[in-house]
C-alpha cells in the first residue's frame, strides 16, 4: 500500500482517509482515454467527479448512512504515460493488484471503459468465480476496433473470454455492431436496454459469488449524462440508474467502477454529479 499512499492526490473525494491506514475501500482513478472512437475528454473524468463530490452531502437520504462509517481512501490518479496504451493497462492492473492483496476493494474512476479491463484481470484473480454485471449503452464485446484489440470497444468481450461469458450480465445495451449482438446472443446474458427490469432475475443468478460492477455512465440518456464521449438516445434516467445501485446492495461486492465520464461536454457539470452520487452510495453499499 506504500505505493498508493505515495500518490500525489491535490483533491480527494468527499470524505476520504488522509492515509491509505486501515481503509477497507481504495479509490483510483484512472486519466486514461487513447482508444476512443468518438469524443475524448474522459481522462478528465476523475477530477470532475472529486471536484462535484464536495456539493454533496456525506450522509445518504436513501440508504441512511453516512461516508463517515466508511473507512476509504482516495489514492488520486494515476500518472499513466500519454498515448501507451498498453504500459497504462499494466500499471492499472498493478494498482489493483496493490490493493486486492492488501485485502481491500478496488473502485476505479475512468477514463475510457478499456481502464475496466486490466481491474477484472486482477480481481478475477483473487476471486476466480467472478462475476461481472456490466451497465452500458454499447455491447464493447468486438475482438478488435479499427486494428486494435485493446479499445474500450472490446473491454467486455475481453473480460468475457477471460471469465467465461455467461458470468457477464449485459444491462442497458442498445448500440453494437451485427457481429456483437450475435456473439452477445450465444456467449453473455445480454439485456437489450433492459435495466430494473432485468435486474432481479441477474441478482439471482449471481447469488452470493463476488461481483464486479463496471458503470459507463452512458448507460444513462444523454438528457440525463450529457458530458460523455459517445452519446446514445434511449438510455435510462438517473433515478433508474440509482434504484439499481440499491437493488444490488446485498450482492458481494468486491470491486467497482465507473468510466467514460467527459467534463468538458457537462453542461451545468449534471454526469458529474450523477457520477459522484453513484460513487458516494457505491461507497456506503461496499463497506461490509
Not at 481504495?26 to 476523475?46: E, K, L
Not at 484481470?121 to 475482438?143: G, M, T
Amino acid at each position: 500500500m506504500d505505493r498508493l499512499a505515495e500518490m500525489t492526490a491535490t483533491l480527494r473525494f468527499l470524505g476520504s482517509q488522509e492515509t491509505p491506514e486501515g481503509a477497507k475501500i481504495i479509490i483510483v482513478g484512472a486519466p486514461m482515454d487513447f482508444t476512443v472512437s468518438y469524443r475524448p475528454g474522459s481522462r478528465f473524468g476523475p477530477e470532475g467527479i472529486r471536484n462535484i463530490s464536495y456539493g454533496l452531502e456525506e450522509f445518504s437520504f436513501e440508504l441512511e448512512k453516512t461516508l463517515d462509517d466508511v473507512r476509504f481512501f482516495d489514492a488520486g490518479d494515476l500518472e499513466v504515460p500519454y498515448g501507451n496504451v498498453q504500459r497504462s493497462l499494466d500499471m492499472i492492473e498493478e494498482a489493483a493488484e496493490i490493493i486486492l492483496k492488501a485485502g481491500k476493494k478496488p473502485i476505479f474512476l475512468g477514463g475510457e471503459h478499456l481502464i475496466s479491463w486490466p481491474v477484472i484481470k486482477a480481481v478475477h484473480r483473487q476471486y476466480p468465480d467472478l462475476s461481472v454485471i456490466h451497465f452500458d449503452a454499447h455491447a464493447d464485446l468486438r475482438e478488435e476496433y479499427w486494428g486494435e484489440t485493446n479499445s474500450h470497444a472490446t473491454v467486455i468481450g475481453h473480460a468475457a473470454r477471460l471469465l467465461g461469458g455467461k458470468n457477464i450480465y449485459q444491462l442497458g445495451i442498445r448500440s453494437g455492431s451485427v457481429e456483437e449482438l450475435a456473439w452477445a446472443r450465444e456467449n453473455t446474458n445480454l439485456y437489450r436496454a433492459k435495466v430494473i427490469e432485468a435486474l432481479p432475475e441477474v441478482i439471482e443468478a449471481v447469488g452470493n459469488r463476488p461481483v464486479y460492477i463496471t458503470i459507463d455512465i452512458d448507460v444513462l440518456d444523454p438528457a440525463f449524462a450529457p458530458g460523455t464521449g459517445t452519446p446514445e438516445a434511449g438510455g435510462i434516467s438517473s433515478r433508474e440508474m440509482m434504484e439499481s445501485l440499491y437493488m444490488m446492495k446485498d450482492l458481494n461486492i468486491v470491486g467497482f467502477d465507473i468510466v467514460e465520464v467527459a467534463p468538458d461536454y457537462d453542461i451545468g457539470k449534471t454526469t458529474a454529479f450523477v457520477a459522484g452520487k453513484l460513487l458516494r452510495e457505491a461507497l456506503l453499499i461496499m463497506n461490509k
